[in-house]
């Protein structure tokens, strides 16, 4: 068996971040040591990083770039992902419970049946972001911008939505009970067919 370097390193200085040798080695295997060791990959370049179905739970991917990423079925929770670039990525299955996604970017990212319990997604942009059957229940979504996006079937019920942009967005059958809004919560051209939206909080 060969053994092989693989080295992580920062997505804008290049500064190497974490390097592993094992027989072979792999960009995945390499994050898994790192992980297993408790190394932060703040800022790495993981662009393109397939981590279907893996544990990373409290990972610290705080300003990484996983553009184009698969994410598929992975525990993620309690994870630091502030200001994360996953635009474009697949996280289908994902558990993101009690995970920071504050200033994240997931523009047109696939989110089907994830888990944001307690999510913390303030300033964050998930535009034409596909975030069907997801459970998003106690989360932060104010100043976040969900336009054109999906939310068919989601629920958001407990979920303060302040200063939220969903215009555009489809919300059809997606239980919205007792979310929070304001003034500046953008719902021009939503689709709320069949929504359940009892016991909204209205903060003006």
Known sequence: MNKNTIVIKHKLTNAVIFKHTQNNNSIRATVLRAHK???SLCGANLVGINLDNENLAKINLSDADLTNASILN???SGANLTN???SNADING???S???LVNANLRCARLYNVILHNADLRMSLLNATELINAYIVN?????VDLSYSSLVNANLSNTSMLN???RNTDLRNTDLSNISLNKNTNLRHAIIT???LTSINYHG
Do not use: F
């Open 164 to 166: 939220t942009d969903l």
């Open 94 to 96: 994902a558990d993101l």
């Open 194 to 196: 069949n929504a359940n």
């Open 74 to 76: 992975t525990n993620l």
């Open 98 to 100: 009690n995970v920071s």
């Open 84 to 86: 994360i670039n996953l």
């Open 37 to 39: 060791l408790s190394i």
């Open 139 to 143: 989360a932060n979504l104010n100043d």
